[in-house]
């Protein structure tokens, strides 16, 4: 009677504690950037301006050398180790200019497509202003998450995309992508012709 006393009691123990073994569920890097605060960014013989995020911590210009009066504008971010690079080329009402334009820049776009998810694409209007272009958003391990261009159609042509100072991995500049594509609408949103 005693065995059967001890046998039941190791019995109920082992059973009586019984845990289904769970696998630890993924951890997700959490970063928080601060809210975005603009402020009007007019730089020096650029022919448009823009608002840019007070988080930036330089904007730079060169005039490049070319037939057409045209610069390179770097938005540089380097707490987020990212750089918004941004190119303007003056169409000069010449309509094959502007047919050039924008075949290069989507094709700079298409030229993603390798490594690219997916490209999501969004036109944007804006009559009062007379600017008008297209946004894309590169989804996966491209090297450049948004791309947009903007023009007047007969004067100017602004094109911009994202880079980050990293090997791209989507999921981990995820959360700085998401953060500088909300800036990049918001200058799309801003440009003023000069």
Not at 16 to 27: E, M, Q, S, Y
Request: net charge positive.
């Amino acid at each position: 009677m005693k065995q059967f006393y001890y046998l039941s009691l190791i019995f109920i123990f082992c059973t009586a504690c019984h845990n289904d073994i769970v696998p630890k569920p993924k951890g997700y890097l959490r970063l928080e950037y601060p809210e975005a605060n603009y402020i009007k960014t007019d730089v020096n013989e650029v022919p448009f301006s823009f608002e840019a995020n007070k988080l930036v911590n330089k904007i730079t210009s060169k005039n490049l050398k070319s037939t057409t009066q045209s610069y390179a504008i770097n938005v540089e971010y380097s707490e987020l180790k990212g750089t918004i690079y941004l190119t303007y080329k003056s169409i000069d009402n010449n309509r094959d200019n502007l047919m050039a334009f924008l075949k290069d820049a989507q094709n700079f776009t298409q030229k993603h497509t390798s490594k690219a998810d997916e490209i999501k694409e969004k036109e944007y209007i804006n009559k009062l202003n007379n600017v008008y272009g297209m946004f894309y958003e590169v989804g996966g391990n491209a090297a450049s998450q948004s791309q947009f261009y903007l023009t007047d159609s007969t004067q100017h042509f602004l094109t911009g995309s994202l880079y980050f100072y990293a090997k791209p991995n989507y999921d981990s500049i995820f959360p700085a992508a998401k953060y500088l594509e909300k800036d990049i609408k918001h200058i799309m949103e801003t440009v003023r012709w000069k």
